[in-house]
């Protein structure tokens, strides 16, 4: 175009793609700087993950009172919830209630699946494009995609031939699921798979899990929240609040500050027992400092666990397969379970480890392995998520000078402080690969990402600046601070989405460096350093 041509204004100053927890905060904010916001979200309503994930037993496993927003006192006061670690179906009407109290509905379109988007260079803004060719124009995109929101299926042959049901429970149907007296297979046993497993085993006629690896998994020991106890919590969300800032995973768990050599042997065991029979993370996250560092002290606590395990299993060789033997406890996401190795001592769910005998195919009525034909009723797709960077793959994003944004990414994601990526001006990641949001507790991370995100475009408006990008120089930086957070702990001793391993999506089968694993706190510190010193790392124009 002729460079005298005349610019098209965009039709928005911000399109916000997810109406999940985080795009329901971020148009919020954008809101009350008065700027002209649509959010485009593929569901049919706002929730992401909530509004998605309706499978039995979908529940939080941190605490439902950390993970509410902390921006609204009077929204804080005026929510009860009723659980400890709230179910799905309350925590959507939480979400729901936020975005009619706060009028964001009106700014929202559903059922608007992103397929493209690309930046325009002589305009300066963002197109973006809907399965349907609809397009709409904007100067900001930020992307509220989720991290775990592009659900894989196994690549296994026949899956479209069952002639029963099936599902991957990230795409549960809305309408209820006959369960009862069926035979039922779930596949995989992350913490979505262990969350239906537990929930289901007592309904169902047979349960039949197919399971590749065993995780770690450790009671939730969930219970209601009666009236008085909502009220203490409501009289302390500062203090808890607080609590989760100073955490680095954003929960009310923080790790014991002690060593595990520092503390005798009865001392030790004494915090073991504790931990296993408090509620939610610290059984994770609240253990001696060294525990998920040093390779002996994390042994010693998997051989603690893995008593427990067999403790709990009736069936001694039962037992020996449901407790992991690749990698030490906590190195992956631990499942926070209700009786979950109980129900393998129902006569109705029997474990089948697809290691000795693999799955070959899905066939017309159910699945067979190496050694038989398993038939069943409904089989249920347990098996997880082209996390992090997959929801981003599955939208192909053009930067400048026709950069693809997934061929940028392929051997990982490259960015400056996982909010934005060079060659994709004034595209912001929220909740973005190698941001702090993806290991802490979601909404204690994405709150303080869009605030960072408000400020900076609220720092671009006053200034006149209308385009930015990270510098390449500071994104190779972020990389390998990034990456050495990773030494820090022996979370890159295990395969999982951690790690950026998925068996199902091709070539992701070698670490990526996905995640900043080095705490909230010093995240929080680098992003307030970097609006400090005027964005440092980043080109205005
Ligand atoms: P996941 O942890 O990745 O687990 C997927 C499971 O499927 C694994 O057991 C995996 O086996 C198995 N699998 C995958 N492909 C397979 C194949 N081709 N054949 C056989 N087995 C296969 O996924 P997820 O359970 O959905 O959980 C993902 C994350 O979502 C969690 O880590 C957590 O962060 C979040 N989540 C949170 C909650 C909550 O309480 N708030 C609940 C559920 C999930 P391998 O282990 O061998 O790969």
């Known amino acids: 175009m002729n460079s005298s041509a005349k610019k098209q204004a965009p039709q928005h100053d911000a399109i916000i793609i997810g109406a999940g927890v985080c795009g329901i905060y971020q148009l919020y904010k954008l809101l009350e700087l ?7 979200e593929a569901g049919g309503g706002p929730g992401g993950t909530w509004y998605w994930n309706r499978y039995p037993g979908a529940r939080f496993d941190s605490e439902s009172y950390t993970y509410g927003y902390s921006f609204s006192k009077e929204l804080l006061q005026e929510w009860n919830w009723s659980e400890h670690f709230s179910g799905q179906p309350e925590t959507l009407r939480y979400l729901n209630h936020v975005v009619d109290k706060f009028d964001l509905r009106e700014h929202m379109q559903f059922d608007c699946h992103v397929k493209s988007t690309a930046f325009d260079e002589s305009n300066q803004f963002w197109t973006v494009t809907l399965d349907d060719d609809r397009t709409f124009t904007t100067r900001f995109l930020m992307t509220a995609i989720g991290m775990l929101s592009a659900p894989t299926m196994p690549t296994l042959e026949g899956t479209d031939a069952f002639e029963g049901q099936s599902f991957h429970t990230y795409n549960w149907p809305h309408e209820p699921v006959d369960i009862k007296n069926k035979k039922v297979a779930v596949i995989g046993t992350g913490a979505t798979g262990v969350q239906v497993i537990s929930e289901i085993a007592d309904k169902v006629g047979e349960l039949t899990v197919f399971q590749r690896r065993p995780n770690w998994c450790a009671p939730l020991h969930n219970s209601k929240i009666d009236d008085k106890t909502m009220a203490d919590i409501k009289a302390n969300y500062d203090e808890i609040f607080e609590r989760c800032r100073n955490t680095p995973g954003g929960f009310i768990h923080g790790p014991d500050r002690r060593k595990y050599s520092e503390v005798s042997k009865q001392d030790r065991l004494a915090l073991w027992e504790e931990l296993y029979a408090a509620s ?14 040093k390779e002996d002290v994390n042994a010693e606590y998997s051989k603690f666990i893995a008593d427990k395990i067999r403790q709990r299993v009736n ?30 001592n129902r006569d109705n769910v029997s474990l089948v480890n697809i290691n000795d005998t693999p799955i070959e195919r ?7 392995t190496s050694e038989r034909e398993h038939e069943f009723d409904i089989i249920i797709y347990a098996t997880g998520f082209d996390a992090i960077t997959g929801a981003f793959d599955r939208i192909d994003i053009t930067g400048t000078h026709g950069q693809k944004l997934a061929d940028k990414w392929i051997d990982g994601p ?6 934005q990526s060079a060659g994709f001006p004034n595209l912001i990641t929220l909740a973005g690969p190698q941001g702090g949001s993806v290991s802490t507790n979601f909404p204690r991370g994405i709150e303080e990402a869009v605030d960072w995100a408000t400020d900076l475009i609220t720092y671009m408006n006053k200034h006149g600046y209308k385009r930015i990008e990270p510098s390449e120089e500071a994104e190779l930086e972020w990389g390998e601070d990034v990456k050495h957070t990773y030494s820090l702990s022996l979370i890159p001793t295990a395969k999982s989405w951690f790690t950026g391993y998925n068996s199902n999506v091709p070539d992701h089968d070698k670490l990526r460096y996905l995640i900043y694993n080095g705490g909230a706190p010093k995240y929080r510190e680098r992003l307030t350093q970097v609006a400090e010193h005027e964005y440092e790392g980043f080109k205005f124009e």
């Open 280 to 293: 939610g993370f610290g059984v994770w996250i609240g253990n001696f400092r060294d525990v998920l560092v």
């Open 34 to 40: 008065g700027l002209n916001v649509k959010v485009l």
């Open 414 to 419: 490259i960015t400056y402080l996982g909010l």
């Open 362 to 368: 899905v066939t017309k009525k159910g699945i067979k």
């Open 315 to 344: 069936d001694p060789e039962l037992a020996e397969e449901l407790i992991p033997k690749d990698h030490g406890f906590g190195t992956r996401r631990v499942p926070l379970e209700t009786r979950y190795y109980e129900a393998y």
